[in-house]
């Protein structure tokens, strides 16, 4: 089954999302809040492969060929990330 693609798609592009989180102290972001109003942290971080990821609740995913999908390319049917990326793509966007 295809993946479906975030509505809307997202503004920034995963490397400056990543990026911006990487510069903070520590490499995380705590306080965000889903598009369901839940509490969570995401992290820059980078699998033993060398790919830059950004680490989320639930052992969640967001690798940059998921950026602007609804779900990741994780498991079966990929994990739900959409509720992560929106407010991470609104967060970056406040530091532009």
């Excluded at 911006?20 to 598009?35: F, H, K, M, Q, W």
């Excluded at 498991?75 to 532009?96: F, M, N, V």
Aim: hydrophobic share 30%; with cysteine.
């Amino acid at each position: 089954m295809p993946r479906r693609p975030m509505d809307p798609t997202p503004v920034n592009s995963f490397a400056l999302v990543y990026d911006r989180i990487n510069s903070v102290p520590g490499s995380r972001i705590d306080g965000l809040v889903t598009t369901g109003g839940v509490g969570f942290s995401a992290e820059a971080s980078v699998a033993r492969d060398g790919r830059k990821f950004i680490a989320l609740p639930h052992n969640n995913r967001i690798y940059e060929q998921d950026w602007g999908f609804s779900t990741n390319s994780m498991g079966k049917g990929g994990q739900w990330i959409g509720h992560y990326a929106r407010p991470l793509d609104d967060w970056c966007s406040e530091r532009t």
